[in-house]
C-alpha cells in the first residue's frame, strides 16, 4: 500500500495550491481519506476529511479557503487550498482510515512542505 503525496511548494500569501494523493494497493472507496499538517515544533493535526460517503469536515481555521475532495475511480485525493496564509506552512500528509469487523486500519503517506511566504 503506497499513498504518494504530491503538490507542495512556497507560495506567496494568497495564493492557492492543490495537493493530491494518490493511493495504490487499496481500493479507497472504502477509506475515509483526511489531510493532516504538522508545523515545526506543533503536533500533527487534521485539516480536513472526506468520508467514504463524500461528505466533508475541515478544521475550523481553514473552512472555507480549503476544499477537500476525492475520486475514487482514480484512486485520489485533492486538497484544494486557497487564500492560503503564514500560519499554513507545514507539512501536509495524506491518511486514510477505515473500521473493519471492529479492527481500525490506519495508513498515511509521505508528506509534503507547503510553505507560505512573501
Known amino acids: 500500500v503506497q499513498l504518494q503525496a504530491s503538490g507542495g511548494g512556497l507560495v506567496q500569501p494568497g495564493g492557492s495550491l492543490r495537493l493530491s494523493c494518490v493511493v495504490s494497493?487499496?481500493?479507497?472507496?472504502?477509506?475515509?481519506m483526511a489531510w493532516y499538517r504538522q508545523a515545526p515544533g506543533k503536533q500533527r493535526e487534521p485539516v480536513a476529511t472526506v468520508t467514504t460517503g463524500g461528505i466533508a469536515v475541515y478544521e475550523n481555521s481553514v473552512k472555507g479557503r480549503f476544499t477537500i475532495s476525492r475520486d475514487n475511480a482514480k484512486g485520489t485525493v485533492y486538497l484544494q487550498m486557497n487564500g492560503l496564509k503564514p500560519e499554513d506552512t507545514a507539512v501536509y500528509y495524506c491518511n486514510g482510515r477505515r473500521v473493519l469487523l471492529g479492527k481500525s486500519y490506519e495508513l498515511w503517506g509521505q508528506g509534503t512542505q507547503v510553505t507560505v511566504s512573501s
Open positions: 494497493g487499496i481500493t479507497i472507496s472504502y477509506y475515509d
